[in-house]
């Protein structure tokens, strides 16, 4: 069997390590591991598959001879380097918002456009971690009936802003239970016990940089120039997995037990609903779970061809680092590397 | 100046207390204040204006003599207690849902529906806390314009299923933190770094009971019975203010600049939008608020006639306590005890 030359770029971020992770739980087919970062997280060794490899500075010379670079450490570290890894025959899978939406980048979720890979010139980019577990869910539906607009607000985790966007949480919330004031350094405002739309910069209509993903990367992962979507990005003091409270409109009804069977029977998709005991996903639940789970399917009182429901997906897993490594696996199955 | 002889049943609970410290800081015309609770929890003595105050096993004789009987001791002990309290001559403004869909109850706030107040027969419903907050916000909007349709997204704190409710997520929070299982006593699953949809039971429809309160008391409070609105609501780990991602659409287009100088100038509202800094409401800065914070109002892309916008209230505060409080003094003002 054929073995390829990985490589991670950002290795000791929380990405990063999720990424190594699955390459051993997966058994991926990987020759040489090849950790890579910035000079300032260089230096530390990481253990993989029994060995303890050590955590290098991205250069030039250190992005050759790599069958697959699967990047995660910011847009700027991205636009530097994954050119300079195509150029040296790699194929470079980003996590990074850099190339997503440039024409000729492929914007992937596997589940949904796959087919969007073959034609690729190199550089292959992973969706937002939050449209990654929205299209999941809402793709399946699509097919059986045409969505016409989508109206979501999120409850995202800590771990979207990185491992120590995570720490700083849990810090946050020790200082709280001991009655001290809670320091921010990652995020602008304390997270523990508390909660604020996303941070990241709003534009002139006043969306903020994350629901303009949601909007513009739904649209191309679905092939959807026109879908009218709207989004409430919120941060909440959860440490890894997203959750979304999602309506949708059809043209017509959409009958919920068909919702249902559908969403039960799509890949990466588990359906969690148990009326009775008021169960549902959840995120402690969606943590370190490959599926998104999906529940409190029902008819929309306010719209007759309305649907809620309701959607947990691990962040740093099916938002990212799974998608990811489960793109590099189809393109190697499709033998389009 | 005339004062009152005051009940509050449900003393010791949270949102007593408050309507406790709130008699007392609005300087409300208490000739007699009289603390009680069911005899489980009585017996204990509570501060109120320098003196220390017995509570009391609720009684009909302890329900003699009193003008205004504020209750929040949920729905068994009121429809139990209330009409006792009302035969004996008090006006009860009820915290519980107990009555809130009665035809011929007021159910009030008072920023929105204060002339129902005028024709009632002794009992007063406060209504459901996340719907106060909705309709103190959308209802100057829809004098001007028209609603014709509300999706609402929440985040509510556990203390809006009380007192204990919050001690349980300080609790679980302090056990995660030490590595220990989160155990659970309120609420059915831990809510410590995790979020759980509302966990009252669901219809046959799928709509939990908080969100059907949502749907029928928003209705009932703005004179609306046909008001299309759909919730989904979602406990958070934030310990007492509530929030909401609420989209709405109009029957034409409403300027976004119309929106926040109506809700700049609207009573009971603060326009908390500070664009370049990314400062929006937030529970942590809601709570113990009068005002209900509104931001991020803007043009719903996925929609002519839509608007999206964002509120955080103090779930105890304008949720429940001060506006039962508001009601009393609206009463009184108007002569209408």
Not at 19 to 36: D, M, T
Not at 66 to 90: F, H, K, N, T, Y
Not at 127 to 141: G, K, R, S
């Amino acid at each position: 069997m054929a073995t390829y030359r990985v490589g991670i770029l950002g290795a000791t971020g929380a990405v990063g390590a999720e990424i190594r992770q699955l390459l051993a739980e997966r058994q991926f087919p990987v020759g040489e591991l090849r950790l890579l970062a910035s000079p300032r997280s260089a230096g530390q060794t990481l253990a993989f598959a029994g060995e303890s490899l050590p955590v290098r500075p991205v250069s030039a010379s250190e992005l050759q001879n790599l069958d697959i670079v699967l990047a995660s450490a910011g847009g700027s570290v991205s636009r530097e380097w994954a050119p300079v890894a195509v150029q040296q025959g790699a194929v470079v899978i980003d996590n990074s918002s850099a190339f997503r939406l440039e024409p000729g980048v492929p914007l992937v979720v596997p589940e949904v456009n796959p087919q969007a890979l073959q034609n690729h010139r190199g550089i292959i980019a992973n969706p937002n971690c939050t449209t990654i577990l929205l299209c999941v869910v809402i793709y399946p539906l699509h097919q059986a009936q045409s969505i016409q607009r989508v109206v979501v607000a999120t409850y995202q985790s800590a771990s979207g802003a990185g491992a120590r966007a995570m720490q700083e949480l849990l810090r946050q919330t020790q200082q709280i239970l001991e009655n001290q004031p809670a320091t921010t350094e990652i995020f602008p405002y304390p997270l523990a016990f508390n909660l604020f739309p996303h941070n990241s910069p709003c534009n002139d209509q006043g969306y903020c940089q994350e629901e303009l993903k949601m909007i513009q990367e739904s649209r191309k992962i679905m092939g959807l120039p026109a879908l009218r979507l709207t989004a409430t990005c919120v941060r909440v003091p959860v440490l890894r997995a997203h959750s979304e409270a999602v309506n949708l409109e059809f043209s017509q009804p959409f009958p919920v037990a068909k919702a249902q069977e559908i969403l039960g029977n799509s890949p990466g998709v588990e359906l969690v609903e148990n009326w009775q005991n008021n169960y549902f996903p959840m995120p402690i639940h969606a943590s370190g779970k490959d599926a998104v789970l999906v529940g409190r399917i029902r008819q929309d009182l306010s719209h007759p061809c309305g649907l809620d429901l309701w959607l947990c997906g691990d962040q740093i897993r099916k938002g990212a680092a799974l998608n990811a490594v489960q793109i590099a696996e189809y393109l190697i199955q499709k033998n389009w590397l």
